[in-house]
């Protein structure tokens, strides 16, 4: 019996783990939710462990080249699906983890009480995202995609009220729309390719005549468009900042990381299938990807001055650094991709962490709105529950004040945080692959690095008006109310932030690790499509 | 037969196109049942049109070019049930909003 060693299960947990658990929360009464909010809470702690622990394998000696392969039911790649973990992969699951676990313990003061199924959901859609991360087949992305949606239909919905069912109704209607666009998008690059594997097309792009390349290439434009869809690329991107702004504050934050899923899948398909081994293929789409990533950047940078309130910024702060990402990855594809993934690090961590602050500072009241909140009793609009009674945090103001201020450097890329570091790498990286032996950049780098720097203008003018209004010129006089358990998770949000700028060097190191590994697709084609299945004991004779 | 299907896609789709941009919460449903429905006939006929030919081979020894590629066909019933549970979802939401607006306009009011 050649059996599988345990630790290679571990890359089915974080798929596994929250089915389970969300299926098992289902029918437990919405009234024990002290007992809903632990299994949720074991769960999300397992998978930060497991998210860590495969970070660790990756990063180590114990699977060739860093890429761990699952063959789910023990069919042979390209035949049965296959799941991978790579350093990329982890660290996507670690930062999913890390802010579901913040996102969790924000929740439970109040919110997973506002509706029926909150930690269900919650559960689920961790299932997409994780799995979104893992897998390794096109198809098996379609559908852990849909998983993640249906699940963020739900929570967007979360604390049912007209705004979120207005916003809610336009949110799953383009996520349907696009879902159909992935499918057309896949059933061309199947007809082009005969394979869905995302290995055994790296293998088979190289070998198609005319016509199937050009199949595959309008199928992997159709299939960008669903993506960039998600990822919020303009003009893709309009339902973005109304569902955020409109979604309950820890269904917003898990927002922030939906929208990297569709950057990670851009990434995930077009290095491997049209990375440098593709020949005539290879960088195919890039020019498109930049235009559309700057456009997208102009696009967020004035929404977030046009914005008035936090939830409406946050969503057009989610876009700058869509938008960011994409255009640099367009620009100079892998010699850009580590600064580039530090400051989605950076930015989604940042981004998190103000969604849920942006709800904590709403509790400072100016005086008018005492009268506000009175009117909308009269109409019974219950969009969100009783604010927390009982002894609150000391010092609430000052510790808002702290960690918008922490918030806002990150997002708008000001020194000293996590936000100044990657833009100062990208530029970086971005004049050092663009500049031709005769030292002359061309003026395209100079047009995207003139936005970025201009987005973080923006962004600065933005959020300090934001501040000045909610900290300065609110009036209050009564310090808002904070719970531990609200104030934890932001702090620890921050936290990371600094942390990753204090060890910017071994992240780096880490990311360079990454990169290397991601530029090299042929180890993935031969580690994927090389994993043995298990091998049966044969059975004896005359058992059959 | 490529003509029928691709004009049957293609009606499907583009009647599909028009109707999600309306604005009525119903038209939009309906349209996007009808693109569904075309998405999945695409898939179908991604594993090219075949007539006659089992989707199943026996053990071994088979020509390949003898049965039909039984891939998309499982790939359509997972669009199926999946673009099925979505609709389902969609039009619970429908209902939902069509109570709590009093509109069917899919901005939730009626256009002013």
């Given amino acids: ?544 | 037969m490529e003509i029928v299907i691709a004009l049957a896609v293609g009606v499907m789709f583009g009647s599909g196109i028009w109707l999600i941009l309306r604005p009525r919460t119903f038209q939009f449903i309906a349209g996007m049942m009808l693109m569904s429905y075309a998405v999945n006939i695409f898939i179908f006929a991604m594993g090219r049109l075949w007539v006659d030919m089992p989707p199943i081979t026996p053990a071994a020894g088979v020509d390949p070019a003898q049965y039909a590629d039984p891939l998309p066909q499982g790939l359509v019933l997972t669009a199926i049930v999946i673009g099925f549970a979505t609709t389902a979802l969609y039009l619970v939401m429908m209902i939902g909003a069509r109570g709590l607006t009093g509109s069917d306009h899919v901005d939730g009011e009626e256009p002013r």
Wanted: net charge neutral; glycine share 10%; with cysteine.
């Fill in chain 1, 1 to 544: 019996m050649n059996a599988l060693p345990w630790l290679q299960h571990l890359i089915t947990v974080p798929v596994l783990l929250p089915l389970l658990v969300g299926a098992l929360l289902i029918p437990v009464n919405q009234n024990r939710h002290t007992l809903k909010f632990v299994l949720s809470l074991t769960s999300s702690v397992l998978l930060w462990l497991v998210a860590v622990a495969l970070l660790l394998l990756a990063d180590g000696e114990h699977w060739t080249d860093g890429i761990g392969v699952y063959l789910a039911s023990n069919w042979a790649a390209p035949f049965g699906i296959a799941l991978m973990v790579d350093r990329l992969a982890a660290l996507m699951l670690v930062l999913t983890a890390t802010i579901a676990l913040a996102v969790l313990v924000f929740s439970a003061q109040r919110w997973d009480r506002v509706g029926v199924s909150f930690h269900s959901m919650f559960q689920f859609l961790l299932m997409g995202l994780n799995g979104a991360f893992l897998t390794n087949d096109l198809f098996n992305l379609f559908v852990f995609f849909e998983v993640m949606l249906a699940a963020s239909y739900g929570l967007v919905l979360h604390g049912y009220n007209l705004r979120r069912i207005r916003a809610g109704m336009q949110y799953i209607a383009i996520n349907l729309a696009a879902s159909l666009l992935f499918l057309i998008g896949v059933a061309l690059i199947y007809g082009a390719t005969g394979t869905l594997n995302i290995a055994d097309l790296t293998l088979r792009v190289t070998q198609l005549g005319a016509q199937d390349a050009w199949l595959l290439q309008v199928g992997a434009s159709i299939l960008a468009l669903a993506f960039l869809t998600k990822g919020a690329m303009w003009p893709l991107g309009f339902w973005l900042p109304t569902t955020y702004a409109s979604a309950s504050a820890p269904v917003a934050a898990m927002l922030v990381l939906m929208t990297k899923v569709g950057v990670y899948a851009v990434l995930r398909v077009w290095l491997a299938v049209f990375g440098d081994a593709a020949g005539a293929l290879g960088g195919f789409g890039l020019a498109a990807l930049s235009v559309g990533g700057m456009a997208t950047l102009a696009f967020g940078a004035i929404g977030m001055l046009a914005s008035q309130d936090g939830g409406r910024m946050a969503g057009y702060g989610a876009i700058v650094s869509s938008g960011t990402l994409l255009a640099v990855i367009g620009h100079s594809g892998g010699a850009v991709l580590a600064s580039g993934l530090y400051y989605l690090l950076g930015s989604t961590l940042a981004m998190a962490a103000f969604m849920l602050l942006i709800e904590l500072t709403e509790r400072i009241r100016p005086p008018g709105a005492a009268l506000l909140a009175i009117t909308m009793e009269a109409f019974a609009i219950e969009d969100k529950p009783e604010d927390p009674v009982g002894v609150g945090i000391p010092g609430s103001l000052a510790f808002l004040g702290l960690s918008f201020a922490a918030c806002a450097l990150v997002i708008s890329g000001m020194p000293p945080l996590a936000g100044f570091v990657a833009k100062f790498s990208l530029f970086h990286a971005l004049l050092a692959s663009a500049a031709d032996p005769a030292g002359s950049v061309p003026a395209s780098t100079w047009v995207l690095i003139a936005l970025m720097v201009t987005a973080g203008l923006a962004a600065i003018i933005a959020l300090m008006r934001l501040g000045v209004r909610t900290f300065w010129a609110a009036g209050a006089i009564t310090p808002p109310r904070l719970q531990a358990s609200e104030a934890l998770p932001v702090t620890a949000l921050v936290l990371l932030c600094v942390l990753l700028t204090v060890q910017a060097g071994a992240v780096f190191d880490y990311l360079g690790r990454t990169v290397d590994g991601l530029s090299r697709s042929a180890d993935y084609s031969a580690r994927v499509l090389g994993e043995p299945p298990v091998l049966r004991v044969p059975a004896a004779e005359g058992a059959r």
